[in-house]
């Protein structure tokens, strides 16, 4: 599902910062709805959309699996995904006059674009101006348009993790019985050039254009998911299909079936990482 290109081929060309400013903006899309058209499974939901979601239209997840969300399989993890529909190829939550009728509570994929996140290799975290605006990112698939930018090969190995106990002091990883890997957890935005139709976009700054509050403590929470789906990725070829099916099924009621209250999502989701990194390492 990963694939190589360069960020020259798919971008400006240059990495950003949550305060710098970008020519993102598309001033309300004006009646354009196509980044809502055609993309498959790609727009993957995290435990933050999940808790989004579900405290903003006050309806459980599981409701949402019966028509507006769908389960597939990314890299070995099921993973939920806004479901298109059959016929028309639209999001299910685009209203009859092609606009977003949960624009407030839409999942972070869709806020970024036409962004999308470049996870730094380690030996690229010292980097700044123009040599960071070198390297390549490994996108997925289809989330090529949906603004997620995975790294592949000796890169991939730098990405990143966020550990616990003394291997968090250490900054080290190790899978159960796979190769030690260690990771940077940091990420710059890259602006997707080819993506959206819109022309003459505005300048705004990303933090803005992201529109999520407390925006430091939400990247920190990227990068901690990131880093745990990159780390399960890693175990999976050392279990059997048994543990696989019993382990995707336990992480799934456990982050995003099980209801999320309505209050801060931070600590909700740090006591159920816990969990669900103590289940992994049981095997």
């Not at 700054?205 to 925006?215: A, M």
């Amino acid at each position: 599902m990963k694939r190589n290109v360069s960020l020259e081929e798919i971008s400006d060309g240059r990495l950003y910062r949550a305060n710098d400013m970008v020519r993102a903006d598309c001033r309300g899309c004006q009646g354009c709805s196509e980044c809502c058209h055609g993309m498959g499974e790609s727009i993957i939901l995290d435990p933050y959309d999940a808790w989004r979601l579900t405290t903003g239209l006050a309806v459980p997840f599981a409701a949402l699996l019966q028509e507006k969300v769908e389960l597939n399989v990314v890299d070995g993890v099921i993973l939920p995904n806004l479901r298109m529909d059959a016929q028309t190829e639209a999001c299910g939550f685009l209203d009859a006059d092609g606009r977003c009728s949960i624009h407030a509570y839409r999942p972070g994929i869709c806020r970024l674009f036409p962004l999308g996140r470049y996870y730094l290799p380690e030996k690229e975290t010292e980097l700044s101006g123009e040599q960071e605006r070198a390297g390549q990112a490994a996108l997925s698939g289809e989330q090529e348009r949906a603004g997620q930018a995975a790294l592949s090969g000796e890169q991939e190995k730098a990405g990143q993790a966020e550990l616990s106990g003394e291997q968090e002091k250490a900054g080290q990883a190790k899978s159960s019985g796979m190769q030690e890997l260690r990771y940077t957890g940091e990420f710059r935005y890259f602006l997707q050039v080819h993506e959206c139709p819109m022309p003459n976009k505005s300048k705004v700054k990303v933090g803005r254009w992201i529109d999520t509050p407390q925006l430091q403590q939400y990247e920190a929470y990227i990068r901690r998911w990131h880093s745990f789906l990159e780390a399960l990725e890693q175990k999976l070829p050392a279990w059997d299909d048994e543990q696989v099916k019993n382990v995707n099924v336990a992480l799934l009621k456990l982050l995003f079936l099980k209801p999320y209250e309505a209050g801060d999502f931070y600590p909700q989701f740090e006591e159920r990482m816990r969990m669900a990194e103590g289940l992994t390492r049981i095997l």
